[in-house]
């Protein structure tokens, strides 16, 4: 069974450029997490999407980040403009949440981004 | 909200034990996770407890305490392999919140 899918692996850009990242889930995962990671700290939720549906994204700086879950299955996070702050390891995870509880996660390899 | 504290580093022996403390503050509580991240690489999960006690699963095991907010991970027999940091994560509201992570370094 293939795991989640992130690209690019890598990307370094100038700050104000935009940049997008994309996210194939376990087939089958209802649940589709993006996260932030800085170097030493643990992941920070964005958004969490239930099928197509955002269902969390309080922590998602909705100035310059948008996401977007089109039919319930790959997922698209966006930045523009990109800060220098905004350099980090974005990570993709999905579950095959049930009512009531929280399940395991699956994460991909993540795409680190580096912002000059 | 959540808020999870656990040590930032630990060192321990090959071969030895070594136990990794996580204390939990949280609202609509279910379930505690630890996962597993290599240097550069994602989170892999390693367990998930909800009811109180010590569940092992071969060379780790884990424990959990609801009443004090309260869990360890417990790795036996070290391998350098086991070098890693150790993220603690408290499952609530259908929303899982984690830890700074435990960098744990494996010496020979």
């Known amino acids: 069974e293939a795991g989640v899918v992130q690209s690019p692996r890598y990307k370094i850009i100038e700050k104000k450029q935009p940049v997008a990242f994309w996210c194939n889930p376990i087939?089958?995962?209802?649940?589709l997490y993006w996260y932030l990671q800085n170097l030493g700290q643990g992941p920070e939720l964005l958004i969490r999407y239930e099928n197509e549906e955002a269902v969390d994204d309080s922590q998602l700086p909705k100035d310059r980040f948008s996401a977007e879950r089109l039919k319930g299955v790959d997922s698209t996070l966006k930045i523009q403009p990109a800060e220098l702050g905004d350099s980090a390891v974005y990570l993709c995870?999905?579950?095959?949440?049930?009512?009531?509880?929280?399940?395991?996660?699956?994460f991909g390899p993540g795409t680190r981004l580096t912002v000059l | 909200g959540q808020n999870i504290d656990q040590p930032t580093e630990m060192t321990a022996t090959e071969g030895a034990i070594v136990q990794i403390n996580c204390t939990y503050q949280?609202?609509?509580?279910?379930?505690l996770f630890w996962y597993q991240q290599h240097a550069g690489e994602a989170p892999t999960f390693l367990s998930y407890?909800?009811?109180?006690g010590l569940e092992e699963k071969g060379r780790f095991s884990s424990f959990l305490s609801r009443s004090k907010g309260y869990s360890y991970l417990l790795l036996k027999e070290l391998q350098m392999k086991d070098s890693a940091s150790y993220l603690c994560?408290?499952?609530?509201?259908?929303?899982?919140?984690f830890g700074t992570g435990t960098k744990l370094q494996v010496i020979p």
């Open positions: 994560a408290a499952g609530g509201y259908q929303k899982v919140t």
């Open positions: 949280t609202s609509g509580f279910n379930g």
């Open positions: 087939s089958g995962h209802n649940t």
């Open positions: 407890n909800v009811l109180d």
């Open positions: 995870a999905s579950s095959l949440e049930t009512s009531g509880r929280e399940n395991e996660q699956f």
